[in-house]
Nanobody
Framework: DVQLVESGGGLVQAGESLRLSCAGS????????IGWFRQAPGKEREAVSC????????DYARSVRGRFTISTDYDKNTVYLQMNNLKLEDTAVYYC?????????????????WGQGTPVTVSS
């Protein structure tokens, strides 16, 4: 089975940066996509960014475009989310997810595997 492990969350002040990591294992599909999602308290899970591994094609939510960058290290089977100029509204638990058809962006309910999440708190 595919396993995803997120890391890199923490407490930062507004304007600072964090880099999240999503380490994956167990992939057997010819192509897949990795997505980052977040869920703030009392809110629904929302898409942040995703990337198709074969092409490197990426997508970003409007709210993070220009501040967040998704990237991959194929040798380490790891996908990163570089988050710059963090805002209070970026506070959430961040999850990575994998999809085994190489499709992105797609709704949260269509992703096949999920990590356990890593919390990000942005303070003023």
């Amino acid at each position: 089975d595919v396993q995803l492990v997120e890391s890199g969350g923490g407490l930062v002040q507004a304007g600072e940066s964090l880099r999240l990591s999503c380490a994956g294992s167990g992939f057997t599909a010819d192509d897949y996509a990795i997505g980052w999602f977040r869920q703030a308290p009392g809110k629904e899970r929302e898409a942040v960014s995703c990337i198709i591994m074969s092409s490197g094609s990426a997508d970003y939510a409007r709210s993070v475009r220009g501040r967040f960058t998704i990237s991959t290290d194929y040798d380490k089977n790891t996908v990163y989310l570089q988050m710059n100029n963090l805002k209070l509204e970026d506070t959430a638990v961040y999850y990575c997810a994998a999809e085994t058809m190489g499709l992105c962006p797609i709704p949260p309910w269509e992703w096949d595997y999920w990590g356990q999440g890593t919390p990000v708190t942005v303070s003023s």
